[in-house]
Each structure stands twice: as structure tokens, then as C-alpha cells.
């Protein structure tokens, strides 16, 4: 028993640093001593059952004084051994582990452009519930390393990313090229939504740092020219007299490339676009409404309503036409109906008169046969004279 006695199972220095840590031999002298560090928990698993655990300090494994271990006893080595898996789970706040990927094809919805957007950044994970830790998260993942298993928690962030940010930008009809003005709410729903999905293997994103979203240099220079083209466009007051104004400058440059001076040029052109034959007319048309999205831009983009929007009746948010139900809300957006009570035929709502047989839409005002007082529906005695409605 002395020698026994001598002898210490502890995780590894090597392995403190790890989420999951697995006592390699599957048998365990008794009257060992196992050393669980401040920072750990020790579960003993038979069976796929979690039989017993053991917190922070040097314990002797003997049954008297954890009674759990009585069922692990081996009887083929005359009840000197115990037969578990013993895991060590680290309890402390893994931080600075970094994530990024890309999110394809996410709509803008200011210009209706389909647009990749890419995502990184830090966060800092910690074990909530080690039971599901071994249950759960080691049968479906190899925790032989950190890395094994932040590797699978960044794919399972960058997945609820995908879904979270992409409603959350058609939801509240956030522009593309101002996405960085709503990171925190971003940040703070995929946080939580992640945890739903990490609560059941016993993980828990604690925080996250240095989240940023920003687009693919294509995309951002072509968001860029369009933004450009839209501003320009509103301060010539036209499409055409931007499209003008634009030919008169490359004129202007290629005039000064030869010698003959940009003004003298523009001047040129101006005279033969009002001597050319059937040259257009000067442009009169009012300038585009002010953009709803990124500085300069147009009304916006409205899927499959060619720029129209019905108004929420309750929250003001703005819904493509023919939309049944608001996006921001659900509130209906089905216009109001009155049922005519002659032929139960729907009419617009103010209607006073069916449209399908001519009977009147509005309820009777019954008059007191007395003094022809107006009385109100169900009233029984008149309110000026109190003579009994007939």
C-alpha cells in the first residue's frame, strides 16, 4: 500500500493549457493520489456515464473517501485497480482566439447588389458544463488539441454569422457601405446566438474583440463608383446632364493632351451640343430624392417593387409592394375589408355602399319616435326624453 501510495496521476505540464485533457491508461491503482490543478475539474466516466467528479486539490483514490469510486472497482485484479476514463477539463477563459471567413452572396439593400462580405476578429471561450463537455463535445469532436476543437467552433461561428447578419441587414434595411456603424448589435446578436448553439456541448462564448466586417475589394470599389455616379448625378440634376457633363470633361482632357486648352474646349463643346442637329434639350428634370442609404444615392432598392413601398401602419418601416406581412413588425399590411351584410361582398374599407349590389354599407341610426333624438346602437330608452326605442 506504501508504494501505491507514492503514486500521482496529474494532467500533464504540457497539456495544462488544454480544454480536454484524457488520462491515457484506463486503469487506476487504488490508493492513488490524483492532483487536480486550481484552474481544473477531474470526471471519472464508465460506460459513457459520468460516475463522479473531483475539484481542485490532491486527492487519495480510495473508495472511503470518494464513495463513487465503489463501482469502478476491477474485479479481475482482486479489486486493486479502478476501470474509468479519468478527463481533466480546464474551467479558466481561453481568449484571443481568432476567427475570419467570407459571407457570399448577402444583398445590399440599397443598390440590390449581391455582395461578399468578409468577417474576423477574437473571441474568448470557456467550459460551462463539464459533464456535456465529455458527453457530448468529445464523441463528436477530436479534443486531443485546442485547435481541433476552435476550429469547430469557428465554423459553427462563421455559420451563425451567415444567417444572423444576413436577416439582420434585410430585417432593418441596413446599406452594405455603413455595416461598421452597427457592429455592436451585429456583435451582441451573433454572441447569443452562438451560445444557443454551444450551450448543449458545454461551451460559451464569453466576448468577442476586434469584430470587423468589411467587403471584398471588388465589391467595395464597385459600391464605391456607384455611390460616386449616384451623387454626381443628383447634384447635375439628371442623369443625361451628369452624362453631359462627363463627355465635356473628357473632352476637356483630351483637348489639353494636344495643346488646345481644356476651357477653350469645354466652351467648344458646349456650343456644338447646342449647334448640333437634333441635339437634345437642356435636362429640367428634378433631381433624385434624397438616399435612404450611403451619401448621394438614389431611393434605394426595394426587391421586386421597382422602388414602391407600403408603409407599416404600425412601426413605419418600409415593405416592397404586395408584401402581406411587415419584415420589421409582422404586423398585416393586407388593406382593410367591409363585408356587406346583404350579398357578404368585400368592399374598401370607408366604402359606403356595396359595390356589388348597392345596399348601404353603414349601420342604421335609429332616431327616437318621440322627439327624433339620434339613439345610439342598442340603446333601449331615448337619452333626451326617455321614451322607450320601439
Not at 475539474?41 to 460506460?47: I, M, R
Not at 444567417?163 to 441587414?169: A, K
Not at 413601398?309 to 393586407?334: H, I, Y
Request: with cysteine; aromatic share 6%.
Amino acid at each position: 500500500m506504501a508504494l501505491f501510495d507514492r503514486e500521482f496521476i496529474a494532467c500533464p505540464d504540457d497539456k495544462k493549457n488544454q480544454i480536454v485533457y484524457k488520462h491515457p491508461d484506463l486503469n487506476i491503482r487504488k490508493y492513488s493520489r490524483a492532483i487536480v490543478n486550481a484552474d481544473q475539474l477531474a470526471l471519472f466516466v464508465n460506460k459513457g456515464v459520468v460516475i463522479g467528479e473531483i475539484g481542485p486539490g490532491q486527492h487519495k483514490l480510495e473508495a472511503d473517501e470518494l464513495p463513487f469510486l465503489g463501482v469502478l472497482l476491477d474485479n479481475v485484479v482482486a479489486h486493486n485497480m479502478y476501470r474509468a476514463e479519468l478527463y481533466y477539463i480546464s474551467t479558466r477563459e481561453f481568449v484571443d482566439e481568432p476567427f475570419g471567413g467570407r459571407i457570399d452572396d448577402v444583398q445590399d439593400p440599397q443598390t440590390g447588389l449581391f455582395v461578399s462580405l468578409r468577417v474576423f476578429g477574437e473571441y474568448a471561450l470557456r467550459v460551462t458544463r463539464p459533464h456535456n463537455v465529455v458527453l457530448k463535445l468529445v464523441g463528436t469532436v477530436d479534443c486531443s488539441n485546442n485547435e481541433k476543437i476552435t476550429d469547430w467552433v469557428d465554423q459553427l461561428l462563421l455559420k451563425t454569422m451567415k444567417t444572423d447578419i444576413t436577416r439582420n441587414i434585410v430585417r432593418n434595411n441596413w446599406p452594405i457601405m455603413g455595416l461598421s456603424a452597427f457592429i455592436p448589435e451585429i456583435e451582441q446578436s451573433v454572441v447569443a446566438t452562438t451560445n444557443n448553439e454551444l450551450a448543449d456541448y458545454g461551451l460559451e462564448l464569453t466576448r468577442m474583440g476586434n469584430f470587423d466586417i468589411n467587403l471584398s475589394d471588388d465589391d467595395l470599389k464597385q459600391l464605391k463608383g456607384l455611390a460616386k455616379d449616384t451623387a454626381y448625378t443628383r447634384l447635375a440634376g439628371s442623369y443625361t446632364a451628369a452624362a453631359q457633363a462627363e463627355m465635356l470633361k473628357g473632352m476637356g482632357a483630351g483637348a489639353a493632351e494636344h495643346g488646345l486648352g481644356a476651357a477653350g474646349a469645354i466652351i467648344a463643346g458646349v456650343g456644338m451640343g447646342q449647334m448640333m442637329p437634333g441635339a437634345p434639350a437642356p435636362q429640367t428634370a428634378a433631381p433624385p430624392p434624397p438616399a435612404p442609404g450611403f451619401a448621394g444615392g438614389g431611393p434605394g432598392f426595394v426587391a421586386g417593387a421597382g422602388g414602391a413601398t407600403v408603409t407599416c401602419p404600425s412601426c413605419s418601416a418600409a415593405n416592397a409592394a404586395g408584401a402581406k406581412f411587415c419584415a420589421g413588425c409582422g404586423t398585416g399590411l393586407a388593406p382593410k375589408k367591409v363585408t356587406c351584410a346583404a350579398c357578404n361582398a368585400e368592399n374598401a374599407d370607408g366604402a359606403k355602399f356595396c359595390a356589388n349590389c348597392g345596399q348601404p354599407l353603414a349601420p342604421k341610426v335609429a332616431h327616437c319616435a318621440s322627439c327624433g333624438t339620434e339613439m345610439g346602437p342598442g340603446a333601449k330608452f331615448c337619452p333626451s326624453c326617455g321614451t322607450a326605442a320601439s
